[in-house]
């Protein structure tokens, strides 16, 4: 939430995880009563409510907002001005207006205003646990709806009591356990950030036929000494255990740092800002609320704190010396379906693609207002500091256009190992050869992408023959 980058999207088309029923929601007929688990950092905030405690855990600290306004010693008022972050428009207050609990649910909400001068001013609401909830390791349950509108971005995440100790962001970590755009509430997005240079892990769950702002659902992540697991209403659907974090020429920091401290919970609602956009003629402010029914913090009675990171597992490349996946192809019908290339439209993108015999056909019905609007990408290419690589391919189109390719970083922060390159393609076949060096930190996880967004054409385009190959 603290910072994101325009291309910070996977793909929602990724298979959900395995389906794994570990939730926290209400049990108003099968629930069991239990008494909060005291900690040094923080002391329960129990009410009279029936909660079904999760196997293995006891509750730490809840609230579930039955009082008739905010409990200030579970919670904060954070006020900012606006562009604090993220070149975000809001102002956060601490008035009631913003902040307010009502029918047993914490209500932040989002108020458009003008000023003298007759522009548009935004006010919302952000709270926090910090110094009153802090805890390290557990599993944090919350249950809310979100608001619908182009340009609102309600977030459920949490950020380090003391953010200095391994350094200032991204070096602190950052847990976003939900994140949704306003434009688009079918979708929400669980992210790990950490590390210098930044990197970040991000999956998405989606709602089919349904979205987040038509009911409640239950936002939870687990957070052990070396993993997380994110799940919606019960379903796991992302895992992280491999992150890392260290001051720039310096080495990392013994695993698993960043996240072996005491963080803190954070609720908010934003007001555009450089992911979701800004508000548009669209948006309408009457409707715009956040609505929390519940926030419960579980622990275990022990966590085994000796935990060895992951060693990073690398693709092999082929006989050829290629890392790109291209000859099992040839009967795939929809990119969607296989595992190796991956199809994604964003931002007013519409189209398709197939592969036929190795060739991939990326059919363009509109091409967006970003340049990955359109796009198609293969990841896991392993990207070693100070090898030389080759990337190679040929392109035709239906018409004379442009193209962008490159080589990302989708789990360290969107940096180009390959730079954002825009081509010329042509109705005749044509072979485009690129050499670059690998200078960054280590990662097994390159992307070859092509992007064919916001390009002033949406004329077909082929693509085949796609290597990545190490070379002297």
């Known amino acids: 939430m603290l910072k994101k980058s325009t291309k910070g999207l996977l793909s929602i088309i990724l298979a959900m995880s395995t389906l794994s029923m570990a939730g926290c929601q209400k049990d108003d007929s099968s629930s069991k009563n239990s008494s909060a688990k005291e900690s040094s950092s923080a002391e329960s ?16 600290w ?4 039955n009082g008739k306004a905010l409990d200030e010693s579970v919670w904060n008022y954070e006020p900012h001005a606006p562009g604090w972050t993220n070149e975000e428009l809001q ?24 000023t003298d001068s007759g522009d548009d001013y935004y ?3 952000k709270v926090t646990t910090q110094n009153k909830k802090d805890f390290m390791y557990g599993k944090v349950c919350v249950s809310a709806k979100v608001p619908e509108g182009q340009g609102l971005w309600p977030a459920i995440w949490m950020m380090p009591t003391d953010e200095s100790y391994y350094g200032q962001w991204p070096k602190c970590g950052e847990i976003d356990i939900m994140e949704v755009l306003g434009n ?14 930044h990197a970040e892990q991000q999956e998405t769950y989606k709602l089919d036929g349904t979205t987040f702002s038509d009911d409640f659902h239950e936002f939870s992540v687990e957070w052990e000494p070396g993993e997380f697991r994110y799940y919606v209403d019960g379903n796991h659907y992302f895992t992280v255990n491999d992150w890392f974090t260290a001051v720039e020429g310096e080495d990392d920091k013994p695993y698993p740092a960043p996240f072996n401290q005491t963080f803190f919970v954070q609720l908010n609602l934003a007001v555009g800002g450089t992911w979701p956009g800004n508000p548009d003629e669209t948006t309408d402010f009457d409707k715009a609320e956040f609505e929390i029914d519940y926030v419960r913090v579980f622990q275990k009675d022990s966590y085994d704190t000796n935990v060895t990171k992951p060693e990073m597992v690398f693709k092999e490349a082929d006989e050829t010396g290629n890392y790109v996946t291209n000859g099992n192809f040839a009967e795939a019908e929809d990119l969607a379906d296989d595992v190796d290339w991956t199809f994604y439209l964003a931002n007013g993108g519409a189209g398709s693609a197939t592969i036929h015999d190795g060739l ?13 609007s359109v796009q198609i990408f293969q990841p896991n290419i392993p990207m070693i500091k100070g090898q030389k690589y080759k990337l190679s391919f040929d392109a035709y189109a239906s018409e004379d256009r442009k193209i962008i390719t490159c080589v990302s970083a989708p789990t360290a922060g969107w940096v180009r190992y ?3 390159t825009k081509l010329d393609v042509t109705t005749e076949p044509k072979t485009f050869e690129f ?37 002297d």
Request: zero cysteines; charged letters at 25%.
């Open 45 to 60: 905030s129990v009410a009279d409510t029936s909660i079904e405690v999760p196997d293995g855990y006891n509750l730490l």
């Open 91 to 114: 102002e956060y207050t601490t008035s009631t207006d913003n902040v307010f609990v009502r029918d047993g649910k914490l209500v932040l909400k989002a108020i458009k205003t003008q």
């Open 435 to 471: 050499e670059f060096e690998m200078t960054q930190k280590t990662d097994n996880n390159g992307r070859v992408e092509f992007n064919l967004g916001n390009l002033d054409s949406t004329a077909t385009v082929y693509i085949t023959n796609v290597r990545v190959e190490a070379i």
């Open 360 to 372: 991939i056909e990326i059919v363009t019905e509109s091409a967006g207002s970003v340049d990955y």
């Open 123 to 125: 006010t919302s609401g």
């Open 184 to 197: 688009d509430t079918s979708v929400s997005y669980g992210t790990l950030h950490y590390g210098e240079p």
């Open 418 to 420: 390959f730079p954002d």
């Open 62 to 65: 809840n609230d579930e907002f």
